[in-house]
């Protein structure tokens, strides 16, 4: 009993080297203890040894046992690595060994809704909210379902119940579509006064301003098209045509489900965290774009701006790709859990007009309401090799391409630890 309750304390104060030696020398001792298993897995998860934590995870759920939390945190490992339909699987699995899984009913609904399946995710997150009515993230999850659905009161209603500076944007952003336009800025000053900036309030905020001519108070970056970077890498950086095709070998053996986006037409989307991906194709792209990263704080450091002052201090790259075909494109979007947003062209199509395969920037996008004003846009040519950076709260679209050639895209956010 001592030994489970150390590997539950080691993993509750995060200590997952640890918690590995200890789980390892458990496993000397009995090398069919599950307990220790699933601690192992665990700690290989969180120390990015993705290779390791997959055998272990597979060979636990083989075991089939009679514990509902190994195929749970089964479940959320195959959904981080975007292996959505082992994840569901095993979330499946758990609430039929637990119908109170809590974590594996929302899981189960945040792959349901990753397919499009929003409806049928939101039936899980009640489920869920049935056994634990204050869960802020199965408020925010079911918030998001709602919001997809444009059923932005209900939305707005569960946003309500969960504190995340997310769901708190989020709820703006529904406030803004219901055109409550005191309400938005009530809202706004709530979240501006008591919450770290974000980027889905500071795109609000300029968007808002536009549509109801008055000032931009929002402090993150006022001028976001000052905020754009871009540069090719195969003239600056360790980057070469090998590399993009090893890229694409380790991406085509890893069995990384598509993910429903319904903005992109003629293409898809990875589903997971690309970079949680342990290859080295993976690793010298995530140093490249970290090198990138530097020279653009260095650059644009003279702006006095809340992106670059308020920079964050823990935070994550997130990334996966998006494949187009001829007459693929994007949709105006920006990147609401980000901080900084960014892309690496691995294939471009040839260009048959001007800016085929480009990329728009706007102050407009996400079918917001533009009460007929006119918002700014700028186009940045494309080319393969270029890597480009901006601000999250940018909106963002591609220019649809006629060439037969593909336009694959490595696309990645810095996602904050500390803002949530
Ligand atoms: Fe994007």
Known sequence: MKKEQDLQTLFAQGNYEKLKVEADRLLKINASNYDAMNALAVAYKNLGNTNKAREIFEKLINLDLKKDFVYSNAGNFFLNIGNVDQALKCHHHAVKLNPKNVNSLDSIGLALSNMGKDLEAIEFYKKSLKINNSNEYSHHNIGNSYRNLEKYKEASTHYELSTRNLSKCQQLE???????????????????????????????????????????????????????YSSNLFELEDFDETLIKNVFEVFNKSKINKKKQSLLKNGYQSSGNIFLINEEPIKKIEKIITNQIEIYKRKLSHFNSTLISKWPKDYNLYGWLIVMNKGGRLTGHMHKEGWLSGAIYLEMPDKTETNDGDIAFSLH????????????????????????????????????????????????????NDID
């Open 174 to 228: 529904c406030i803004y579509h219901l055109n409550d336009i005191e309400g938005f800025y009530t809202k706004l000053d709530i979240q501006s006064k008591n919450y770290h900036p974000h980027p889905l309030a500071a795109t609000l905020s300029a968007h808002a301003s536009i549509r109801f001519e008055k000032e931009d108070n929002y402090s993150f970056c006022n001028n976001p098209f000052d905020f754009i």
């Open 365 to 416: 996008g996400s079918n917001y309401p533009s009460d007929g004003k006119s918002f700014r846009e700028e186009i940045l040519e494309i080319n393969k090799g270029d890597i480009v950076l901006f601000p999250s709260s940018l909106f963002h679209a591609t220019i649809p391409f006629s060439s037969e050639q593909k336009r694959i895209t490595f696309a990645f956010d810095i996602i904050p």
